[in-house]
């Protein structure tokens, strides 16, 4: 806690000015706001609070002489700065696990599933956004369809992982328990609920670092994901995504054939390579 600027004070036991002072807190909030009050769910109640902190927060208190958001936030400004992320402090906020031999995170007292190529290595868990665990129910060639707490959405392939996907077939099957991480919910009604989900923030992109690796006018193999209006999509084996706009074997390079690829570009905005594939190594036939 120490690290990113928080002090821990522990409270006297039956001293009315430290430990009573959080507990009337506590018994205001119950016999003020929650008392008379229903809720249709969580969200609900959760909108209303703020509200309600807010009004109660907003007032002129007597025995304060103030107005305590305004006191708060003054308080809070002359105190707060900004927060450097250095290394401890990424280490807080995004914290290492260890990918165990059966495929599972642990993280703050639970399990999730990764899929079965991550394991034995490390990963990232992020508190960033909410990270659930999904089951897959569906897989196409370009995006799968999961179920997430009884909610069903469809991934795309650009967001399965950082390396591009020309099969989803190849990673994914029916009934895989995977890590998503939530990045929209939308409730249009107490019936109709849909979410939309990535399962590639959950996993650390190594594409970045595998680029600054690369280098101009070099050779390098890779084996070709997809080809769409002319452009060849291919994943280099140091770990890079590129992109060939021209060829010059004399046959056309398909899907899954390995390639032998010259980098002319590098495009870091991207992340990827730009380059010519040479000749076809071997033709996925």
């Known amino acids: 806690m120490g690290v990113v600027g928080f002090r821990t004070r522990l409270c006297r036991p039956r001293h009315p000015y430290t430990k009573g002072k959080v507990e009337r807190l506590v018994r205001f909030v119950k016999g003020n ?29 007597r025995p304060a002489a103030c107005v305590p958001m305004r006191e708060h ?13 250095t290394a401890e402090v990424e280490r807080y906020l995004c914290p290492r696990r260890k990918i165990s031999f059966d495929g599972f995170v642990s993280f703050e007292g639970h399990r999730y599933g990764v899929p079965y190529w991550y394991v034995r290595r490390e990963c990232r868990v992020s508190r960033e956004g909410r990270v659930v665990q999904a089951r897959v129910i569906a897989v196409a060639d370009k995006s799968i369809r ?32 995977i890590l998503v991480r939530v ?10 609920l849909s979410v939309r989900a990535d399962v590639k923030s959950v996993t650390e992109n190594t594409s970045r670092e595998a680029l600054k690796r690369c280098r ?6 890779g084996r070709v994901t997809d080809v769409h209006k002319g452009i060849v ?9 590129a992109v060939a706009h021209s060829c010059y074997d004399y046959r056309m390079p398909g899907k899954k054939d390995d390639v032998s690829f010259v980098v002319t570009k590098l495009d ?4 990827i390579a730009v380059g010519i594939i040479t000749r076809i190594i071997r033709q996925n036939l």
């Open 216 to 221: 101009v006018q070099s050779k390098y193999a």
């Open 73 to 85: 936030e003054a308080a809070c400004s002359a105190n707060t700065r900004p927060l450097e992320v």
């Open 33 to 61: 706001f929650l008392a008379g009050r229903s809720f249709t769910d969580l969200d609900a109640l959760n909108r209303e609070a703020a509200l309600w902190c807010a009004e109660q927060g907003g007032r002129w208190r």
């Open 183 to 192: 990045t929209e919910v939308n409730k249009t009604s107490q019936e109709e």
């Open 268 to 271: 870091e905005e991207r992340s």
């Open 233 to 241: 999509y291919v994943r280099l084996s140091n770990g890079v995504n």
């Open 146 to 177: 999961v179920e997430i707490f009884g909610v069903e959405c469809s991934i795309m392939a650009r967001n399965l992982a950082w390396d591009w996907i020309g099969d989803a077939h190849d990673r994914f099957a029916v009934g895989d328990q």
